[in-house]
């Protein structure tokens, strides 16, 4: 099973990165499957029901949220619809929407999970360690691949959920920061990690988002109105190869397509 992991997908310049590398990948054969981080779509701010369904026709097969799950109010009732769609595992309950969709595909059945860091971050969010166990104890046997995007701030937290979760899933890859690492390794147990995919969107920025306005913010510590850049638009991932008689991952190989030069 070959799946394309799409790092933090940043408006519209993110969303034709992926539409464009989703669908050569699988024409291709280079992946089976996609799965996308999609909290930033939405000009930086969540997602709608209409982007995803740009996004799912683009070639996404599931898409995973973050912090700024809520920030489109029409997604709520979006959540509750589709089950392609993942939002943190671990939010409080009574929360839209669902933290695990599992994919029928023809290798078998693929689970797509997402937690919530706690660490730095501004989210409510239960124990993302204890609510991962739990979930594993409970459902874990159903499924034999099983991936986990943890969407949170500090380095830290993701390499100890990666070692808490050693063995037990096919892959704990990190979102949320928008800088890719390059620590991608499996592990003796057989789970692929990497603490960030990095962004999909324009690079000629700051995370995404204009230079001249983040500096301002930074400079004057005035509020400034963050628009989307433009320039050096690329996709940041991992590209997974898992083995679904057993699980395991069997290889990780970063990705970065340059779909356009700096501006």
């Not at 280079?30 to 999609?38: C, G, L, S």
């Not at 099983?146 to 993701?158: M, N, Q, R, Y």
């Not at 500096?215 to 997974?240: C, N, Q, W, Y």
């Amino acid at each position: 099973m070959k799946i394309l992991m799409v790092g933090d997908i940043v408006g519209g310049p993110g969303r034709m990165a992926m539409a464009r590398v989703a669908t050569r990948y699988k024409a291709e054969g280079r992946a089976d499957v996609v799965v996308a981080n999609a909290e930033n779509s939405a000009a930086g701010r969540g997602i709608t029901s209409a982007l995803a369904e740009e996004l799912f026709a683009g070639g996404a097969d599931a898409l995973t949220m973050g912090d700024h799950v809520w920030d489109q109010k029409e997604s709520m009732a979006f959540f509750d619809r589709d089950d392609r769609v993942v939002r943190a595992l671990n939010l409080p309950p009574g929360c839209p929407g669902r933290g695990v969709a599992t994919l029928q595909t023809k290798e078998g059945p693929l689970t797509i999970i997402q937690l919530m860091g706690r660490t730095f971050m501004n989210a409510t969010a239960d124990c993302p360690f204890r609510t991962m166990d739990a979930w594993l104890k409970k459902h874990g046997a159903q499924s034999k691949m099983i991936l986990v995007d943890i969407h949170a701030e500090a380095t830290s937290e993701k390499v100890a959920l990666g070692k808490f979760l050693d063995g037990r899933v096919s892959a704990v890859l990190g979102t949320h920061t928008h800088i890719q690492t390059a620590d991608e390794a499996i592990t003796a147990k057989g789970t692929a990690y990497m603490t960030d995919l990095g962004m999909t969107g324009p690079c000629d920025s700051v995370i995404g988002r204009t230079t001249d306005a983040i500096l301002e913010r930074f400079i004057t510590g005035m509020p400034t109105k963050f628009e989307i850049a433009s320039g050096d638009v690329r996709l940041h991932g991992a590209l997974l190869t898992i083995d679904p008689a057993t699980g395991k991952a069997l290889k990780i190989k970063r990705v970065e397509e340059i779909l356009s030069k700096p501006s």
